[in-house]
């Protein structure tokens, strides 16, 4: 090796060890900015599988620290999901499931609408109990693109809620107030799904 690749080395490795303490006093700057201690929103959204998901793996993560939660389905679909079976006996959690009305299967808007109000009235009351520390209202959103409640209605609720509740909400779509109006939105994009290539639904994975 010669003289000249022998002091490359040590220069370039100073090079690396500099970038990396300048964003280590970025990332600490940030840190020390953020006092605020509160609950939060978080929106999940796009075409991409994983939504639901991520918010049911989020809720685990809430429940291994001993908070109360809560899980609100605004779509029925199988009788038995994997969640439901998992965590509908949890002790900490409050399961439900949208008893009638909207499914992917079948379409009655009159009955879709009664179901998604009274889900919405349940989600309501859960948004103003302190005692739960974490909602997932998960495929809500579908309900403001088929018009069945009102978004501003969804809006004031997050806002008048217990200050260290954290919400969770999914749906492929949202309307924009609410979009607007999350702390933090992340979006699924669907790249490759095995549905496409003709691989079937099963259990554990899609439900």
Excluded: C
């Amino acid at each position: 090796m010669s003289e000249q690749s022998n002091t490359e080395q040590p220069n370039q490795d100073a090079v690396h060890e500099a970038r990396l303490l300048q964003k280590k006093a970025i990332v600490d700057q940030r840190i020390a900015a953020a006092t605020e201690e509160r609950g939060v929103t978080i929106l999940l959204t796009g075409n991409g599988k994983g939504k639901s998901s991520s918010a049911f793996g989020t809720m685990a993560r809430a429940l291994g620290h001993g908070q109360k939660s809560a899980v609100i389905q605004f779509i029925k679909g199988r009788k038995a999901t994997g969640e439901q079976l998992f965590f509908g006996s949890h002790p900490l959690v409050d399961f439900h499931v949208m008893g009638h009305g909207f499914t992917w299967e079948t379409r009655n808007p009159e009955l879709e609408k009664q179901a998604a109000e009274q889900a919405w009235a349940l989600a309501k009351q859960t948004l103003s109990d302190p005692s739960v520390y974490f909602v997932l209202l998960d495929e809500i959103t579908y309900m403001y693109k088929y018009g069945y409640l009102n978004e501003d209605d969804l809006v004031a609720a997050l806002a008048a809620r217990p200050a260290h509740q954290n919400v969770m909400m999914t749906g492929r779509t949202a309307p924009r107030v609410l979009l607007d109006s999350v702390d933090t939105h992340s979006k699924i994009a669907n790249e490759r799904h095995a549905f496409a290539n003709g691989v079937k639904a099963q259990v554990g994975i899609e439900w």
